[in-house]
């Protein structure tokens, strides 16, 4: 079955600079959700789209900005990275918010 | 302010050794609560929804029961191979398109 995409899954990144983060979300599924998970921690809730719609937002910093498109794909924008900004981002998707939530393997961000 | 808290934070059990992993949870309005298994480096893996109090579900060696405090995760004769963290998440009414996970338990299962 398919699931959802992320790329890249892996990239580096000097301190100040941008960064963006893809997600395909599961067929059909039309929401998206963004979260942030820092080595030995568990995920953060950053931001979630429905409809192309913002629908709830989390401890997103301000740097961070993120959009939902037509094709129901969606980019997270990082800029003025920081070095604490390392982490692991995952997103997921559901068919409709209410329904289970299912995760992408992550796209890993190193900040030097 | 809706918590969810796991325990314990590591476990570590012999092959074939029984037991259970607790979340237990207080928000506004609980809409769902979810069991996921983690691989390190891995994404979240979906394993069980519970909705309401007296629910319960079963997968292979695992069955989840939820009461209106708390959620356990029951491990039956567990394989090294159901080594990993498992993380419970919660979505409520005040937050419907979140999930707030709790910290996780790390289960080692050897042989």
């Known amino acids: 079955a398919a699931g959802v995409i992320q790329s890249p899954r892996h990239l580096i990144k000097e301190k100040r600079e941008t960064a963006t983060l893809k997600c395909y979300p599961i067929?059909?599924?039309?929401?998206v959700y963004w979260y942030q998970q820092g080595p030995g921690q568990d995920p953060q809730f950053l931001i979630s789209?429905?409809?192309?719609?913002?629908?709830d937002k989390g401890s997103i910093p301000d740097r961070f900005s993120a959009q939902q498109f037509s094709d129901y794909h969606s980019e997270l924008n990082m800029s003025s990275l920081e070095l604490g900004d390392s982490a692991l981002y995952f997103c997921?998707?559901?068919?409709?918010?209410?329904?289970?939530?299912?995760f992408g393997e992550g796209s890993w961000l190193t900040v030097v | 302010e809706d918590q969810v808290t796991q325990s314990p934070e590591a476990l570590r059990l012999q092959e074939g050794e029984s037991s259970s992993l607790n979340c237990s949870y207080t928000?506004?309005?609980?809409?769902?609560l979810f069991w996921y298994r983690q691989d390190p480096g891995k994404g979240p893996e979906f394993l069980f929804t519970l909705y309401s109090a007296g629910e319960e579900k079963e997968k292979e060696r695992l069955k989840a029961t939820l009461t209106k405090k708390e959620s356990f995760l029951h491990i039956t004769a567990p394989k090294p191979e159901d080594s990993a963290t498992y993380l419970c998440a919660v979505r409520t009414s005040g937050g419907y398109n979140k999930l707030i996970f709790g910290a996780g338990t790390r289960l080692a299962v050897h042989p």
């Open positions: 789209f429905y409809e192309k719609m913002q629908s």
């Open positions: 997921a998707s559901s068919q409709e918010a209410g329904n289970t939530i299912y």
């Open positions: 928000v506004s309005g609980l809409r769902g």
């Open positions: 067929p059909r599924h039309d929401t």
